[in-house]
Every structure is written in structure tokens, then in C-alpha cells.
């Protein structure tokens, strides 16, 4: 029989699947980027405001580490190139990471491979189903972001180069997840791999522009995204080279799956102990088990994340001194009080969101665990729902205030020592960071509500927060009504520390998040399991 029967079914199966996973990544990348073009083109609308921004972006260390160096200084579309390529390549290579391990070891773990397979269902179609999902995210991905740049007004065959360069590193992390779905027994730990694989991709960028090794940034996918040098001398044969270089990648995964069992992997797994040890026999020590490695990684971030933000603060008001829009802009975001301030307010709302992110996921492991089956024999002991669900809700909880107050704290150390002022910089930029905590609630407790209530449509917490996302970006740089703005929760936190700190919303949007739980709980114990 043909190894590739059976693949358009598949892949029909898979997109319908993943419509709404799809459609929010290439809709908040797209909006990310077309925030990014617009508000550069209202901000440095002169040829010596983009210069300017362009030496001190080049002469900062932790900026050139966070998003490289700028290698077209003398134009806004190289700017704008310049911020999309290392942080954009990263979360590309996330959303294809989690859509191309989704549709293979995710199904494998499911079941679901095996009963499509005792069909006519070719050996390599699932395999090849999975990677052409992520390759058709990957396109269409890049034809839209091509499209808004273009509707911006900025050069189209550079537009065009912004978006193609975005689908080199997704297209490279598309086939590593195909080798790592082929490795790991199971998706989690296929997932973990080949994210693993992104953060040292980005971390040998940063090390190589840092450090101006430049065959470091060669060896990164994310590296050859900046290469193409888009709007300055396009180099479209790095394009093709990527490409190339994940075919041989997709090759590797084609040779792996048929030297395995359905539903093994090649990586040796060690045996478990033949009895749980006490420290397992809890709900919560359960939930601690299940999230542990994706809290730690998300912390590992979050301290990164916080200390390149200590080490621009200091030099961001050389960036836009010239630059009268994006002192207003900043303040506008940010808060009135300074525009250090405003650059700290910005970030940290930023910063919140993503722990939003965070919280999602915790709450969407609920639903997993139970279409996993996982969920049912626990039932069956002492345990009761309630009990089960907060046991993961503590993490939803609990995990973005530690990721934010270590952010914070990370911030404000790295900052503290540049300008030796410790004792005011810490507890400054970690009360900027806290304020974001309750709507991160709110949004888990919409993704909670969801599963309670509608567990076939809790996938939807992703758009609810795709919403929230481009309210933050868009909202500013399009100047929509205050009633628009007012319905993301971030909209309603207090801009610390560029404003005076009002305890009022935060008690609003605390409660709101109480509140959406406790009806989420109630919904969940009252429906039928799966």
C-alpha cells in the first residue's frame, strides 16, 4: 500500500480541528506585526529620528541581545524588520511546534491514530498530515503579515521578505517537531523537546549578536530570519536555503517513523517505581507532577525576560529623544510621570499578558486530562471534581504571581545595580509587574468558565485572549473608543509605576476572576464527564 494514502483526509481532519488554534496564531502574529510597522511609522517619521533610534538600538547590549542588531539602519521598513524577526521567529516556532505534535504524537496519545490507521491510512500520513498542517499555518502566516505591511505602505517586495523570512525559522521548528514527535514517547515530552530546541535556537542568536560571533547567529534559524536583510538588498537564496535545510530535517522524521511501533518512541524510557511515593498521594501533588516542567521553563523565561528588561531601561531615553510621537506614544501606554516610567508600564503590561498565556495553559490541562481518560479513574477513588480542579487551579493561580514577582525582581536588580539604587529599583519595578496578576486571573477564570460550562469549545479561551492581545497593541495605535478598550481587563490596571497606584479595579477584576472560578467549578461539577 502507498505510505502516503490517506494524507488529504488528514489533513482535512487536522485543519478543521485546528481552525481556531490556527486562525488566533496568524491573526495575533499578523496584528503583531502591523502594531509594530504602524507604530514605527508614526513614532520615527523622520530620517534622522530612524537613525538615531538605530545607533542607540546598536550600541545597547541587552536590546541587541533581546532582538539583535539592525542591518538596514537607515529605513523604517528595516526597523520594523529588525523587531519582527528574533522574538516574532521565536513564537512562530511555538505555534508550529504546538500544532505539528498536536496532529501526530498528540493523536498517537489520544488513540485516535490507531483506529484511523486500521483504515487505508498509509504508514507516513499521519506524519506527513501533521507537517503540511504546519506548513499551511507557516503560509498563510506569511501571506498575511506580506498583506498588512504592504496596506501600511511599506515596500512589497520587502513586505513580501518580512514574511517569508518568518516562515524560514517556522518551517525549520515544523520539521523538528516531526523528528521529536518520532523520539518521545509521549507528546509532552515531544513538545518539550522541541521547544527546547527553540530557546537554544534564540539563545545562540542572542549569544551571537551579543557577543558579534556571527557564525553563532548563522547556526540559528532564527538567525537566517534577520539575515535576509528584508527592505535592504533582499536576499532571497537564505529563503530557499531554509527551506532546503527543513526538507532534510522532514527526512530525518520519515526515516525515524518507520523504525518504530505505533505509540513508541525511539528514546529509551525509564521505568517508573512500582508504587507512588507519598509525596504523589494528593490531587495537588498530582497537578505539581503534571505542571512542573512547563512552570519551571516558563520561569526560566520570565527571569530572562525581566532582566533584559532591567538592562534597557537605562538607555531608553536616548532611543526616542529625538522623537516627540514616541515620547507621547509611551506616555500614552505607559503612564504620565517619566518616560522611563512609561517604557517600564508598557513592558510590564506586555509582561502580563504573557503570564495570561501561562495561566491558560494550566487551566486547558484540565480538559486534556479528562478527553485523555486520565480523569474518570480518579473519580473512581476518594477523589471528587472540585477537589481535582484545584488542585491545577492553585497553579493558575498562584504560578503567574511567581512568574511575574521574579520578573519583577529580576528587573529591577539588573536595573537597581546599572544606576546603584537597589533599594528603590526592585520594590519599583516589582510592584509594576504585580499589578498585572488580576487579569491574569480574569483570563483563566474565562478559560475555567469555559471548561465548566462548554469543555467542546474551551479552546476558545484562546481567542478571548487573541482579543485581549490585540486590544494592548492595537488599541493605542488605532485610537479606538475607551468603551473598546475597556473590554480587555489589562485596559483597567493601573500603569504603575507612571500613574498613582488605585487599589478599586484591581479589587474589581480580583473578584470578576473569583467569581468566573467559583461559576466555572460549579458548571463542571454539575456536567457529565468527557
Given at each position: 500500500?502507498?505510505?502516503?494514502?490517506?494524507?488529504?483526509q488528514?489533513?482535512?481532519l487536522?485543519?478543521?480541528?485546528?481552525?481556531?488554534?490556527?486562525?488566533?496564531?496568524?491573526?495575533?502574529?499578523?496584528?503583531?506585526?502591523?502594531?509594530?510597522?504602524?507604530?514605527?511609522?508614526?513614532?520615527?517619521?523622520?530620517?534622522?529620528?530612524?537613525?538615531?533610534?538605530?545607533?542607540?538600538?546598536n550600541?545597547?547590549?541587552?536590546?541587541?541581545?533581546m532582538?539583535?542588531?539592525?542591518?538596514?539602519?537607515?529605513?523604517?521598513?528595516?526597523?520594523?524588520?529588525?523587531?519582527?524577526?528574533?522574538?516574532?521567529?521565536?513564537?512562530?516556532?511555538?505555534?508550529?511546534?504546538?500544532?505539528?505534535?498536536?496532529?501526530?504524537?498528540?493523536?498517537?496519545?489520544?488513540?485516535?491514530?490507531?483506529l484511523v490507521?486500521?483504515?487505508?491510512?498509509?504508514?507516513?500520513?499521519?506524519?506527513?498530515?501533521?507537517?503540511?498542517?504546519?506548513?499551511?499555518?507557516?503560509?498563510?502566516?506569511?501571506?498575511?503579515t506580506?498583506i498588512?505591511?504592504?496596506?501600511?505602505?511599506?515596500?512589497?517586495?520587502?513586505?513580501?521578505?518580512?514574511?517569508l523570512?518568518?516562515?524560514?525559522?517556522?518551517?525549520?521548528?515544523?520539521?523538528?517537531?516531526?523528528?521529536?514527535?518520532?523520539?518521545?514517547?509521549?507528546?509532552?515530552?515531544?513538545?518539550g523537546?522541541?521547544l527546547?530546541?527553540?530557546?537554544?535556537?534564540?539563545?545562540?542568536?542572542?549569544?551571537g549578536?551579543?557577543?558579534?560571533?556571527?557564525?553563532?547567529?548563522?547556526?540559528?534559524?532564527?538567525?537566517?530570519?534577520?539575515?535576509?536583510?528584508?527592505?535592504?538588498?533582499?536576499?532571497?537564496?537564505?529563503?530557499?536555503?531554509?527551506?532546503?535545510?527543513?526538507?532534510?530535517?522532514?527526512?530525518?522524521?520519515?526515516?525515524?517513523?518507520?523504525?518504530?511501533?505505533?505509540?513508541?518512541?525511539?528514546?529509551?524510557?525509564?521505568?517508573?517505581p512500582?508504587?507512588?511515593?507519598?509525596?504523589?498521594?494528593?490531587?495537588?501533588?498530582?497537578?505539581?507532577?503534571?505542571?512542573?516542567?512547563?512552570?519551571?521553563?516558563?520561569?526560566?523565561?520570565?527571569v530572562?525576560?525581566?532582566?533584559?528588561?532591567?538592562?534597557?531601561l537605562?538607555?531608553?531615553?536616548?532611543?526616542?529623544?529625538?522623537?516627540?510621537s514616541a515620547?507621547?506614544?509611551?506616555?500614552?501606554?505607559g503612564?504620565?510621570?517619566?518616560?522611563?516610567?512609561?517604557?517600564?508600564?508598557?513592558?510590564?503590561?506586555?509582561?502580563?499578558?504573557?503570564?495570561?498565556?501561562?495561566?491558560?495553559?494550566?487551566?486547558?490541562?484540565?480538559?486534556?486530562?479528562?478527553?485523555?481518560?486520565?480523569?474518570?479513574?480518579?473519580?473512581?477513588t476518594?477523589?471528587?471534581?472540585?477537589r481535582?480542579?484545584?488542585?491545577?487551579?492553585?497553579?493558575?493561580?498562584?504560578g503567574?504571581?511567581?512568574?511575574?514577582?521574579?520578573?519583577?525582581?529580576?528587573?529591577?536588580?539588573?536595573?537597581?545595580?546599572?544606576v546603584?539604587?537597589?533599594?528603590?529599583?526592585?520594590?519599583?519595578?516589582?510592584?509594576?509587574?504585580?499589578?498585572?496578576?488580576?487579569?491574569?486571573?480574569?483570563?483563566?477564570?474565562?478559560?475555567?468558565?469555559?471548561?465548566?460550562?462548554?469543555?467542546?469549545?474551551?479552546?476558545?479561551?484562546?481567542?478571548?485572549?487573541?482579543v485581549?492581545?490585540?486590544?494592548?497593541q492595537?488599541?493605542?495605535?488605532?485610537?479606538?473608543?475607551?468603551?473598546v478598550?475597556?473590554?480587555?481587563?489589562?485596559?483597567?490596571?493601573?500603569?504603575?509605576?507612571?500613574?498613582?497606584?488605585?487599589?478599586?479595579?484591581?479589587?474589581?477584576?480580583?473578584?470578576?476572576?473569583?467569581?468566573?472560578?467559583?461559576?466555572?467549578l460549579?458548571?463542571?461539577?454539575?456536567?457529565?464527564?468527557?
Amino acid at each position: 500500500m502507498n505510505a502516503l494514502v490517506g494524507t488529504g483526509q488528514l489533513l482535512k481532519l487536522g485543519l478543521r480541528r485546528s481552525r481556531i488554534m490556527l486562525a488566533v496564531w496568524v491573526y495575533a502574529l499578523a496584528a503583531y506585526a502591523a502594531s509594530t510597522a504602524y507604530g514605527f511609522k508614526k513614532l520615527y517619521d523622520t530620517p534622522d529620528s530612524v537613525r538615531h533610534f538605530t545607533s542607540g538600538i546598536n550600541g545597547n547590549g541587552s536590546t541587541v541581545a533581546m532582538y539583535g542588531r539592525i542591518l538596514v539602519p537607515d529605513s523604517l521598513g528595516g526597523i520594523t524588520a529588525w523587531r519582527l524577526a528574533a522574538l516574532g521567529g521565536v513564537m512562530v516556532g511555538v505555534m508550529s511546534v504546538l500544532l505539528v505534535v498536536r496532529h501526530t504524537r498528540g493523536d498517537e496519545d489520544a488513540g485516535r491514530l490507531e483506529l484511523v490507521g486500521a483504515g487505508v491510512v498509509g504508514r507516513r500520513a499521519p506524519l506527513t498530515a501533521g507537517l503540511l498542517v504546519g506548513v499551511v499555518a507557516n503560509l498563510a502566516l506569511a501571506l498575511v503579515t506580506t498583506i498588512v505591511l504592504i496596506a501600511i505602505g511599506l515596500p512589497t517586495a520587502g513586505s513580501l521578505a518580512v514574511g517569508l523570512a518568518w516562515a524560514v525559522p517556522g518551517l525549520f521548528f515544523t520539521a523538528v517537531a516531526g523528528v521529536t514527535a518520532q523520539l518521545a514517547e509521549t507528546a509532552q515530552a515531544a513538545r518539550g523537546i522541541a521547544l527546547a530546541v527553540v530557546g537554544v535556537a534564540y539563545l545562540l542568536r542572542a549569544v551571537g549578536d551579543a557577543a558579534r560571533v556571527s557564525w553563532l547567529v548563522w547556526v540559528s534559524p532564527i538567525g537566517w530570519s534577520q539575515r535576509v536583510r528584508a527592505f535592504g538588498g533582499e536576499r532571497w537564496w537564505l529563503i530557499a536555503l531554509g527551506v532546503v535545510v527543513a526538507v532534510a530535517v522532514v527526512a530525518v522524521a520519515y526515516a525515524l517513523v518507520g523504525r518504530r511501533d505505533l505509540g513508541a518512541g525511539l528514546l529509551p524510557v525509564r521505568p517508573g517505581p512500582a508504587e507512588a511515593a507519598p509525596s504523589l498521594r494528593s490531587p495537588l501533588a498530582l497537578a505539581w507532577r503534571l505542571q512542573r516542567g512547563a512552570f519551571l521553563s516558563w520561569l526560566a523565561a520570565f527571569v530572562v525576560y525581566g532582566a533584559a528588561i532591567g538592562g534597557i531601561l537605562k538607555g531608553v531615553g536616548d532611543l526616542v529623544k529625538d522623537s516627540s510621537s514616541a515620547k507621547d506614544f509611551l506616555a500614552k501606554m505607559g503612564g504620565q510621570r517619566g518616560l522611563e516610567d512609561s517604557y517600564v508600564g508598557t513592558v510590564m503590561g506586555v509582561l502580563g499578558l504573557i503570564a495570561a498565556v501561562y495561566a491558560v495553559q494550566v487551566v486547558l490541562r484540565l480538559r486534556t486530562e479528562e478527553t485523555a481518560q486520565r480523569l474518570e479513574p480518579l473519580l473512581a477513588t476518594r477523589v471528587r471534581r472540585v477537589r481535582w480542579s484545584i488542585g491545577h487551579l492553585l497553579f493558575a493561580a498562584a504560578g503567574p504571581a511567581v512568574l511575574l514577582g521574579l520578573a519583577g525582581v529580576a528587573a529591577g536588580l539588573v536595573h537597581g545595580l546599572r544606576v546603584h539604587d537597589l533599594g528603590t529599583q526592585v520594590p519599583r519595578l516589582l510592584g509594576a509587574a504585580m499589578v498585572q496578576l488580576p487579569a491574569a486571573w480574569v483570563t483563566a477564570a474565562i478559560a475555567l468558565l469555559l471548561f465548566g460550562v462548554v469543555p467542546r469549545f474551551v479552546a476558545a479561551a484562546w481567542g478571548v485572549l487573541g482579543v485581549f492581545l490585540l486590544l494592548g497593541q492595537m488599541g493605542p495605535v488605532l485610537k479606538l473608543s475607551q468603551a473598546v478598550m475597556d473590554v480587555s481587563p489589562f485596559t483597567h490596571v493601573p500603569k504603575l509605576p507612571g500613574s498613582g497606584l488605585t487599589v478599586t479595579p484591581l479589587a474589581v477584576l480580583t473578584a470578576v476572576a473569583v467569581a468566573g472560578a467559583a461559576a466555572g467549578l460549579v458548571g463542571f461539577r454539575r456536567r457529565d464527564i468527557g
